[in-house]
DNA sequence: ATTAAAATATGATATTTATCATGCTTTTAT
DNA sequence: ATAAAAGCATGATAAATATCATATTTTAAT
């Protein structure tokens, strides 16, 4: 198994202000795993007493809500970490964590992340950082949920993950949701998914070629009412 | 003025974890302030260079929507701290704080917090604690906004006032707002607040008088759908 | 390759919520 | 004390969205 001194995604988080030694400590207790498509990592309630480095794949954290249905609150790509939250807070996940495509994740367990919080003062201030960025970007979610109809939440929802996930060589996303995921960002019903995205279609804002989506006119996607 | 040190208010929030010393000289380089009901403490986009910790009273922390309504993202109290997370991150405020009665304040500039979070591990660890809470909450509220009908978050958002702020000798939730506050919060009209609390009233949920309400039937409004 | 299952698509209709209008009541300012 | 403003209340109507039904297409399993 490869060593955390030597892996170039630990750049990405907050691994990357642990000392050579620390970094050796946890390269010796981590465990690593694969998850396939569609698969859980973990599941809303579980006490995952560690937190996972994402090594390669792209996964969705999920609260269920009290009418059955999910709702997705963030996207994870490779490169960073899962369940800092709960370790912090020392809980139980509040999230399930599924994983969109394959997955390879690392996992390292409480006892050595806690150890390092309490040692290591820069990384204790960067898992605050990043802590922070998540509160302002959840922030902005509460806000866009509460005051935006469907249509701009479904326009604001492509538009986010065009400008944080990017896209490939054909111009389209790179992170392939299905219309019910869509519906699970947005908090709506799948079929007023497929509605709107038919429009904006129509309407010449997004191209789709099966399940995967190319952003055509940002500008009018930054305008939908 | 009253010092730091002697502050009953820090234990209730993370200046319980600063030394002595850090105590006096934040101390010495705190100012106060008197902020009275419906005055900004801060605005959105304010750099504020430092946080508050509340002495007295009670704000609210809004931001403005795009199509000019303001969202309620938080309730703060005396004892908590406001800005952390700005501090942390280095930028601006993303949110604005109002004041919803006379609020006393104590500001602590930026460059005497940030000394302490280098320094002072315990204290680090505790404002971490403090947004991963925040942060779980938020999560909540997004799944409440996103999955719940407006009369379902209306019930939730009284229920949560009267676990958290709870109610003064005849009942009546401590915190009193108006109805477009709590439309506000909600994210809805607030014809619809109006409504929905009328039909609350008349169905025994809640009892009011004037801006004050009482919960009546706890449990029912639990299960409102 | 074929069948079953899942995902997508679209129409019809019901429900929820917003918007606009108007009147009443309470609070605030002078 | 009184006027003005702000907040509360309710009806009528419009708009947005959900739900149910059904057909088609795509994907997965054998």
Known sequence: MSTCEQCILKQ????????????????????SKIVRKGQLLFNEGDLINGIFCVRDGICK?????????????????????????????????????????????????????????????DFTLDVLKVMAKDLKEADNLIVNMAQKSVRQRLAEALLYIHAAFGTDEDGMLTIVLSREDYANIVGTATESVIRILSQFKKDGLIATKGKQIRLEDITALKRVE
Chains 1, 2 share one sequence.
């Open 12 to 31: 990405f988080n907050s691994l990357k202000y642990l000392t050579k030694e620390e970094l050796v400590r946890i390269s010796d207790c981590k465990t």
């Open 61 to 121: 954290l999920t609260k269920l809500s009290a009418n059955g249905k999910d709702q997705i609150v963030k996207l994870v790509v490779k490169g960073e970490l899962i369940g800092q939250r709960s370790l912090v807070s020392e809980e139980s996940t509040n999230l399930s964590a599924t994983a969109l495509n394959d997955m390879q994740v690392c996992f390292i367990p409480k006892y050595e992340v806690m150890r390092d919080l309490h040692e290591n003062n």
